[in-house]
């Protein structure tokens, strides 16, 4: 960008902020690798893409693969799930269509940054991809049990915030036969969701709560080694 000066002197470069400029390099990665496989994309063509250098691209993010993992981390940060306020009167029923509506059209803006995303991490053994993929159910599941007022009882119920994370990964791939497959319509989406989310709230959340854990096989061959033996046969 440049600025023409009042004295009719050569235009100055205006330098961007090194945040805005680490934005737009990433930017422009997050279009390239949404349309093509991570291998045929190089640095050399997302550093033109940006408007910078080579070295400029590299001393933000050193490597190609370090510049993926950035973008994808964003990727799986875009769409947030939207989060209703509390207001009197309304159910959790209506949250939860609020909420999951919100999602879905996020979702449908950002048709091709979210199906990238999930095939990025889909075939796992990655690592680094795989840690990216928890932390954002683990961002999706915090949504998810403030949406319908269960966060506390998900802090203290650690089986309440694993089914969460079960229900996360339903999303991902009904979204994906949506979006991707086109095997699902966004009705049918959106009906999968809200049922399954009702029915674990309403059914499955209590009934977990109330079941205890079955001690381990050690625990329980001690506790029956410690019992008292019975009554001697007549």
Same mark, same amino acid.
């Given at each position: 960008?440049?600025?023409?000066?009042?004295?009719?002197?050569?235009?100055?470069?205006?330098?961007?902020?090194?945040?805005?400029?680490?934005?737009?390099?990433?930017?422009?990665?997050?279009?390239?690798?949404?349309?093509?496989?991570?291998?045929?994309?190089?640095?050399?063509?997302?550093?033109a893409?940006?408007?910078?250098?080579?070295?400029?691209?590299?001393?933000?993010?050193?490597?190609? +693969?370090?510049?993926y993992?950035?973008?994808?981390?964003?990727?799986?940060?875009?769409?947030?799930?939207? #989060?209703?306020?509390?207001?009197?009167? #309304?159910?959790?029923?209506?949250?939860? /269509?609020?909420s999951?509506?919100?999602?879905?059209?996020?979702?449908?803006?950002?048709?091709?940054?979210?199906?990238?995303?999930? @095939?990025?991490?889909?075939?796992?053994?990655?690592?680094?991809? /795989? =840690?990216?993929?928890?932390?954002?159910?683990?961002?999706?599941? @915090?949504h998810?049990?403030?949406?319908?007022?269960?966060?506390?009882?998900?802090r203290?119920?650690?089986?309440? =915030?694993?089914?969460? +994370?079960?229900?996360?990964?339903?999303?991902?791939?009904?979204?994906?036969?949506?979006?991707?497959?086109?095997?699902?319509?966004? @009705?049918?989406? =959106?009906?999968?969701? =809200?049922?399954?989310?009702?029915?674990?709230?309403? @059914? #499955?959340?209590?009934?977990?709560?109330?079941?205890?854990?079955?001690?381990p096989?050690?625990?329980?061959?001690?506790?029956?080694?410690?019992?008292?033996?019975?009554?001697?046969?007549?």
């Amino acid at each position: 960008m440049s600025v023409q000066r009042g004295d009719g002197a050569a235009p100055r470069r205006v330098r961007k902020e090194p945040d805005e400029r680490r934005d737009q390099i990433l930017a422009c990665a997050r279009e390239l690798f949404s349309r093509r496989p991570y291998t045929t994309v190089s640095n050399t063509e997302i550093a033109a893409a940006a408007g910078v250098s080579r070295g400029l691209l590299n001393h933000y993010f050193g490597t190609k +693969r370090e510049l993926y993992l950035a973008a994808v981390s964003q990727m799986m940060s875009v769409p947030p799930i939207p #989060v209703p306020p509390f207001e009197p009167g #309304v159910s959790v029923a209506e949250r939860i /269509d609020q909420s999951i509506d919100g999602w879905l059209e996020l979702l449908q803006r950002n048709r091709e940054t979210w199906i990238t995303a999930l @095939d990025m991490t889909a075939s796992g053994g990655d690592a680094d991809l /795989d =840690r990216i993929l928890e932390e954002a159910r683990d961002r999706a599941v @915090d949504h998810m049990t403030e949406v319908v007022g269960l966060t506390r009882l998900s802090r203290e119920h650690p089986e309440i =915030r694993a089914a969460f +994370r079960g229900y996360s990964a339903m999303a991902e791939a009904t979204t994906r036969e949506w979006l991707k497959s086109g095997r699902l319509s966004r @009705d049918q989406v =959106r009906l999968l969701l =809200r049922q399954v989310l009702l029915h674990l709230i309403e @059914d #499955v959340f209590p009934a977990l709560v109330r079941t205890e854990p079955a001690p381990p096989a050690e625990k329980a061959a001690e506790t029956s080694a410690e019992s008292p033996a019975g009554p001697p046969p007549e």
